[in-house]
């Protein structure tokens, strides 16, 4: 471990920069990664997870994708590493590497393989996540699915969950329902040993934050990270009503530049983005995900032309906020 794993502010999902061989550009991540590291506001970087296309990732490509992070930022930000696996046993290897390898915090996914009536026997989630805990020190955290997923901890659920693991520090909340999100809140940070919610509410960060969400987790980050630290120190700190308007704003149309529809494309066009603005040399995905269509990024051009994001403007908010 580099550094102790706080689960509060902002923590960007990172890219994984592909070659057009489709081998992993090595001099692109480092590069990215220290993009991120130097964020001001910035408190940890998320590897192996969905913004890096984790699931295209073999077991070794994600250990070597945790120790070229924990070389390249190690100490200098805390690296919480996916766990990304349709087995336990194999979740347990992961996790296991990736403490060797330098990670400060795990991030873990629920397995794909209890979408299939998974919901019926929540124990099954539980289980999975408590075998990870078994086989390392690090701090966890809970990755909460859309709430029309099986993969979806119901909210008894979670709580008796991070009750019986006492390694999970935080939850990353995709959980969807704004009411339901207000109530995990209410409920993890209540308890006799609290559990951080950190959102990755994109759509409606400033009301998830205005609920109490200690952080943001979110491979939106990858490319706005300053702009969500401008956003949660704006709303810690309750400030001008004009400028916090403006920085809902501005980020509801750059999510709006990433996320639309069709949803599918989003580590394609924040890859692009960062193509176009010089910071990465290649924007490949690897399939079953596609290149970008020329048309969506002329879509993206005047999204960011309106708010005047471009190259100079790139990861440099944050220091003015």
Not at 162 to 189: F, N, Q, W, Y
Request: proline share 6%; hydrophobic share 50%.
């Amino acid at each position: 471990m580099g550094r102790p794993f706080v689960p509060v502010g902002v923590i960007p999902a990172c890219l994984m920069p592909f070659l057009a061989s489709g081998e992993i550009d090595e001099a692109g991540y480092r590069r990215h990664l220290a993009d991120l590291a130097a964020i001001d506001g910035v408190t940890g970087i998320t590897l192996n997870g969905h913004a890096a296309e984790v699931h295209a990732l073999s077991f070794a490509e994600q250990r070597r994708a945790m120790a070229v992070a924990a070389d390249a930022v190690g100490g200098r930000t805390a690296l919480i590493c996916g766990v990304y696996a349709e087995s336990t046993r194999l979740a347990t290897e992961l996790a296991r590497a990736a403490a060797a390898d330098g990670a400060d915090a795990l991030l873990v996914f629920p397995p794909n393989s209890l979408m299939f009536g998974g919901g019926g026997r929540p124990g099954l989630q539980a289980d999975f996540v408590a075998a990870v805990a078994g086989a390392t020190d690090l701090p966890l955290v809970v990755f909460q699915y859309p709430l029309a997923m099986q993969l979806h901890y119901p909210l008894e659920a979670l709580v008796r969950l991070c009750e019986r693991v006492p390694s999970i520090a935080a939850i990353k909340d995709l959980g969807g329902d704004p009411r339901l999100h207000e109530r995990t809140i209410e409920a993890l940070h209540g308890l006799a040993r609290p559990v951080n919610v950190l959102t990755t509410h994109s759509m409606w960060l400033a009301g998830s934050l205005a609920m109490g969400a200690r952080g943001i987790i979110s491979g939106a980050g990858s490319v706005i990270a300053d702009r969500q630290v401008a956003l949660f120190r704006a709303m810690a700190a309750g400030g001008d009503a004009q400028i916090l308007r403006g920085r809902v704003r501005e980020m509801s149309r750059l999510v709006e530049a990433f996320y639309g529809h069709p949803y599918v494309d989003w580590q394609a066009r924040m890859k692009e983005t960062l193509v176009r603005f010089g910071r990465i040399a290649s924007g490949h995905v690897r399939g079953p995900l596609a290149p970008l269509p020329d048309g969506d990024w002329r879509r993206m051009e005047t999204i960011f032309g309106a708010v005047g994001f471009g190259p100079s403007s790139l990861y440099a908010m944050a220091a003015t906020a």
